[in-house]
């Protein structure tokens, strides 16, 4: 299992209910960096630290070089949310997060996506292929 699933498993929950909080609020339609603002403020009222366009070191053969990955939102070094203001969400937009997930070791990631009429329908949950596993 990964180090840190258990604690992204229970920051993700805590993620989807400030994420329902900003919904009811502020509703569908409005722009991402709006949602995204008010997602990061709902969840330091919170007590939880979250994070934006973090520096990732990035590796390739013998090239290794930092670079400040435009991931939305990383909360405490174990869960990536990717928020969305879309119709609908497209496949590129899973691999997105899933390519983040990866760079940054972070075992769960939401799509969230504030078009949704009903912010639940709009949410999508990744796990790192084993980040949920006991190796035995």
């Known amino acids: 299992m990964h180090p840190r699933f258990q604690r992204a498993d229970e920051l993700s929950r805590i993620a989807i209910g400030a994420a329902i909080e900003v919904h009811k609020h502020k509703g ?21 630290e979250v994070r934006q366009q973090v520096q990732v070191r990035v590796e390739y053969k ?59 329908d709009g949410v999508s949950r990744m796990i790192l292929h084993g980040a949920d596993q006991h190796i035995t």
Not at 28 to 48: D, Q, V
Not at 67 to 91: M, N, Q, T, Y
């Open 62 to 120: 013998d090239l290794v070089f930092e670079e400040a990955l435009r991931l939305d939102l990383l909360i405490e070094d174990s869960l990536i949310l990717e928020l969305k203001a879309v119709e609908k969400v497209a496949p590129i937009h899973k691999a997105q997060l899933l390519s983040y997930m990866k760079l940054v070791d972070a075992p769960v990631g939401l799509l969230i996506n504030f078009h949704s009429l009903r912010l639940v």
């Open 28 to 48: 569908p339609g409005l722009i991402e960096s709006i949602y995204e603002r008010c997602l990061m403020h709902e969840l330091k009222l919170r007590g939880i």
